[in-house]
């Protein structure tokens, strides 16, 4: 197992293949489509030229089996903080302490650029994602709520 920094050419479409599932299962009814690929490679690239954005993969047998996306932001409410984009950890592999390991590292790059804190945003249908959050520490400090619009 091996935690190392992202790298755009070899990580790309990898990091790509995993967001199927972590699209549809945090927002039920939600389809991945080649749209939302390739804006979310573009998001990818823009990220890997950012000095404010962060990515490490999960690397197990030379296979990426997860990855964590963090970034420094300022929001309405915090000055400066620590945000986990993304975090992924291959099926099989859940609950064997891999989660915390991508978060502690990013948590690691947070603390080093002087955020005071890391925050992240979580879909309450994903029971084990939320587990694992509260695991590493992490606590309700907001709760963004939902109205669906159509008729």
């Known amino acids: 197992m091996h ?5 755009l050419r070899r990580d790309l479409q990898a ?5 199927d599932e972590i699209y549809e299962r945090n927002f039920p009814g939600f389809e991945v489509n080649q749209k939302f690929l390739n804006d979310f490679a573009r998001q990818l690239r823009a990220a890997d ?3 404010a954005e962060q990515l490490w993969v999960l690397e197990i047998a030379d ?4 990855f964590v996306w963090g970034a420094l932001i300022t929001s309405m409410i915090d000055e400066f903080v620590g945000y986990i984009k993304n975090v992924y950890v291959a099926p099989e592999l859940r609950g064997q302490g891999y989660g915390h390991r991508l978060l ?7 603390r080093a ?12 249908c994903n029971q084990q994602a939320l587990s694992l ?7 309700t400090g907001r ?3 939902e109205k669906p619009l159509n008729k």
Do not use: H, N
Request: proline share 4%.
């Open 3 to 7: 935690i190392r920094q992202f790298d």
């Open 15 to 19: 990091v790509l293949q995993f967001q």
């Open 49 to 51: 030229r950012s000095p």
């Open 63 to 66: 296979q990426i089996r997860g």
């Open 104 to 110: 502690e590292t990013a948590e690691e790059w947070f």
């Open 113 to 124: 650029e002087g955020a005071p804190k890391a925050a992240l945003d979580a879909s309450v």
């Open 133 to 139: 959050y509260t695991k590493a520490g992490y606590c």
């Open 143 to 145: 709760l963004r709520m």
